[in-house]
C-alpha cells in the first residue's frame, strides 16, 4: 500500500528499485545531459531518454490530476521515502505556506509590467518556490510567466529534480548546482518554455555565476541577461522533440 499522500508518488519509487541506478543519476544523465545532443534521425540511440521522459510527463500529469497546478512529486517523493539530508537541511516548505508567501511578497504588484521580475531562491530544494511562484503567476497574470527564477541548490539531486520541474511544469528559469554561501557554481541549466513545457540548455558555470551574483545582489536589473547568457537562438533540445 502506498505510504505517499498522493498516489503518483508511488510510481517514482517504482522506478527506483534497490540497487538499480538513482533515478537523479538516470534523469541527469539519460534526459539533461544527453537530452542535449538529441537529432530526430538518431532517435533509437535516445530510447532510454525518451522512455524515461515519457514516463515522468506520465506519473507528472497524473500527480497534478491529485494535487493540484503546479504541485511537487519529486518533493513529496524524497520526503516521505527519507531521502531528504537532515544534515544538510533538506526540510520542504510546505506548498499551503510556499502559495501564502508568494501572495504576501507580490501583493499588490502589478506583475504584467514590461521588465520581468528576477526571483532568486538560493536553497532550492525541489524548487517549491519556484513552482509558487508559477502558479501565482498563471492565476493572477493572464497565465503569463513574467518572471526568471533563480534556483540553487549544493545537492546534485535537489538540482536535478528542481530542473526537471521546471522542464515539466514550463517555468522559466536558471538552476544551479552550486553553494550559495561561497558562491561557487558547478554546473547550470536554462529553462524556455514552450508551450506547457519548457526546452532546457546547458549554462556555462561562469555565466551561471554572473547571472547568480546579479540577481542576488541587483534583482531589479538582474532580468537583463548577462551578454552571453543562453537564448531561445541557441537551444537544439526541445522537450517535444524528445517525447
Ligand atoms: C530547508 S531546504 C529548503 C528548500 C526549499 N527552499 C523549500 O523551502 O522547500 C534547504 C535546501 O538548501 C540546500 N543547501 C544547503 N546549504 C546550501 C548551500 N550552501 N548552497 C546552496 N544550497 C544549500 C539543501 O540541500 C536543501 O535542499
Redesign the pocket.
Known amino acids: 500500500m502506498s505510504t505517499y499522500p498522493h498516489k503518483a508518488t508511488q510510481r517514482l519509487e517504482d522506478m527506483e528499485p534497490i540497487n538499480a541506478p538513482k533515478l537523479h543519476d538516470r534523469i541527469y544523465e539519460d534526459i539533461l545531459v544527453r537530452g542535449l545532443e538529441y537529432r530526430q534521425e538518431d532517435a533509437d540511440e535516445f530510447a532510454d531518454g525518451i522512455a524515461l521522459l515519457r514516463e515522468l510527463r506520465d506519473i507528472h500529469a497524473e500527480y497534478v490530476n491529485q494535487a493540484g497546478p503546479f504541485a511537487d512529486p519529486f518533493?513529496e517523493y524524497l520526503e516521505c521515502s527519507g531521502q531528504?539530508?537532515e544534515r544538510?537541511?533538506?526540510?520542504?516548505?510546505p506548498p499551503d505556506i510556499?502559495d501564502m508567501m508568494v501572495a504576501m511578497t507580490f501583493n499588490g504588484v502589478d506583475l504584467a509590467r514590461e521588465r520581468p521580475f528576477t526571483v532568486c531562491?538560493?536553497?532550492?530544494?525541489?524548487?517549491?518556490?519556484m513552482l509558487g511562484t508559477a502558479k501565482h503567476f498563471v492565476r493572477h497574470n493572464a497565465g503569463c510567466l513574467n518572471f526568471c527564477f533563480t534556483n540553487?541548490?549544493?545537492?546534485r539531486r535537489?538540482f536535478t529534480y528542481c530542473t526537471m520541474n521546471a522542464v515539466l511544469n514550463g517555468v522559466p528559469g536558471i538552476h544551479v548546482h552550486?553553494?550559495?554561501?561561497?558562491m561557487e557554481v558547478w554546473d547550470a541549466f536554462a529553462t524556455l518554455p514552450v508551450g506547457s513545457v519548457a526546452m532546457w540548455e546547458r549554462v556555462p558555470p561562469e555565466t551561471a555565476k554572473r547571472w547568480l551574483v546579479s540577481a542576488l545582489e541587483r534583482p531589479e536589473t538582474a532580468a537583463v541577461a548577462p551578454e552571453s547568457a543562453p537564448s531561445a537562438k541557441t537551444q537544439q533540445t526541445t522537450l517535444e522533440g524528445m517525447a
Open positions: 518533493g531528504t539530508s544538510a537541511g533538506q526540510f520542504f516548505t510556499v531562491d538560493p536553497a532550492c530544494g525541489s524548487g517549491r518556490f540553487v541548490d549544493v545537492d535537489m552550486g553553494d550559495t554561501l561561497r
